[in-house]
């Protein structure tokens, strides 16, 4: 680990990176070798947890093809020299911003999106002008072979190098100097690599989790907002950062609501053997999801099957924040369905909380829309919609508090693993006496006089 971050650095203070026709060029090879890959790649996340073609390409590749056009039509732009106004203390001068690649990167991903979650930070670092180590989850063991292979075989090591491996590999990384690490992943682990990178004084971007609500209010289009929160609630079987966790449905709609979401359910014929459905993870995470099923809280679903690491779509109702599933971030197909009255009990029950990473509220009503965004803290988030804020490349993506620290997409994914170096430059003409000594009583008053 030790012999590879050091040739990634010696490599990085050669300036070859900083040439953004050079950042292109690795994106465009890195498109191409995803794009002529598609199909090994298909196979691969398919053996991990039997993720269809269909849904690999939706929920993966889709966003690292935009990440990489997008980057290579507006890279240019965004490394550019970004001129600022000068103060009139410093005239005559021009100040500008240097744009300028953090250095040597490590990022870490998850294995809930194992292509999307550990490309498109890297398609940022490249950007960016950085290297980059990629260590991706163990969990989804293909993936990462497969990316390994096509990374390693392609890419120098000295400038973009997959690292295979869990704990103590991720241990061993961490415990060299980067100039910046991004994680993507849960809490603890999160609370694990800040403390690392602490250390060296290190940059992070921190993508975490939590329990992201939903509010649904009577005034909304019901069955609009059912067929787009279900499809949201289950896709990749609920195992996404910012899955609809649980659900604050007004009193009033809640049977409408509750047999709607049924009807939803039933239509999209969620199976693991038309591909419409994913397995769980690991047993582990099936044990785990399953538990949380309070057998006298079923209203659809609830059927599950350890060895086949399947979990039927579940709707649980009368939830309160007792129950064991109100606990932590649920990730698996569970939708915990509680009810409210007074919107500001809603509010102040969230508030309590940890911030989200994501909030998705249904309503018409503009003066409601205005206050639960303005009140409520969260990542980012939805009116009328669930989860497709992160398709959306010009909304900087990212958790607040608990939930995550920085973002990325987009731009906001260059500013990321870039250093903004602000330069003054000053014109060469004579200065004003009064910033030299000897210091007189008359100059301070005249700098007062300026500065007040
Ligand atoms: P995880 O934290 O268990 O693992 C993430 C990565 O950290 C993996 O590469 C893993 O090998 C490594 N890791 C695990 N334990 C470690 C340790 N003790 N020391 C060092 N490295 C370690 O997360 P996960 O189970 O892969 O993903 C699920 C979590 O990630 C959920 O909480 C989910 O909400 C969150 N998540 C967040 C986002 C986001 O964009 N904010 C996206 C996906 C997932």
């Excluded at 397995?279 to 582990?284: D, K, Q, V």
Aim: hydrophobic share 40%.
């Amino acid at each position: 680990m030790e012999k590879l971050v050091k040739t990634q650095l010696d490599y990085f203070n050669t300036n070859v990176t900083k040439s953004v026709s050079f950042r292109i060029g690795q994106l465009n090879k890195l498109y191409a070798l995803l794009e002529s890959n598609e199909r090994l790649l298909e196979e691969a996340i398919y053996r991990d947890y039997g993720k269809s073609p269909f849904e690999t390409f939706q929920t993966e590749f889709a966003a690292v093809f935009e990440e990489i056009k997008v980057a290579v039509r507006d890279l240019e732009q965004w490394a550019a020299v970004k001129p600022v106004a000068t103060n009139s203390r410093n005239e005559p001068a021009t100040s500008y911003l240097i744009p300028e690649p953090l250095g040597v990167s490590l990022v870490i991903g998850p294995w809930n999106y194992p292509y999307q979650l550990s490309l498109a930070p890297v398609v940022a670092a490249i950007a960016a002008g950085c290297t980059v180590i990629l260590k991706p989850s163990e969990l989804t063991a293909n993936c990462s072979a497969v990316m390994a292979k096509l990374v390693n075989e392609n890419f120098e090591e000295q400038y973009f190098h997959v690292v295979e491996g869990g704990i103590a590999e991720t241990t061993a990384l961490l415990d060299q100097k980067f100039d910046i690490i991004f994680f993507t992943g849960s809490v603890p682990v999160g609370k694990i690599i800040y403390q690392a990178a602490a250390k060296n004084l290190t940059p992070v971007v921190l993508e975490l989790g939590g329990k992201s609500p939903v509010i649904i209010m009577p005034d909304c289009d019901l069955d609009i907002s059912v067929r787009r929160l279900v499809w949201a609630k289950y896709l990749n079987s609920g195992q996404t950062c910012i899955s609809p966790d649980y659900v604050y449905v007004h009193q009033s709609i809640e049977e409408k609501f509750l047999q709607k979401v049924a009807e939803e359910i039933k239509k999209a014929d969620y199976k693991l053997e038309n591909g419409n459905f994913v397995r769980i993870i690991n047993e582990r995470n099936t044990d785990r999801v399953s538990g949380l099923i309070n057998p006298a809280k079923i209203y659809t679903g609830g059927n599950y099957d350890i060895d086949a690491r399947f979990i039927e779509p579940t709707v649980l109702h009368q939830v309160t924040w007792d129950d064991k599933v109100m606990k932590d971030e649920i990730f698996g197909p569970i939708m915990a369905v509680m009810t409210f009255e007074d919107l500001d009990k809603v509010i102040k029950e969230i508030k309590d909380r940890p911030k989200p990473l994501a909030l998705y509220l249904f309503t018409q009503d503009e003066n409601v829309k205005k206050k639960v965004l303005g009140e409520i803290s969260f990542g980012g988030g939805c009116v009328n919609e669930a989860i497709m804020h992160i398709a959306n490349g010009n909304l900087p993506f990212g958790g607040v508090g608990a939930s995550g620290l920085g973002n990325y997409h987009g731009e906001a994914g260059f500013r990321a693993f870039s250093h903004y170096k602000g330069i003054l430059d000053k014109a060469l003409v004579e200065d004003p006496d009064i910033k030299y000594s000897p210091h007189t009583e008359e100059k301070l008053q005249r700098m007062k006089a300026a500065a007040k």
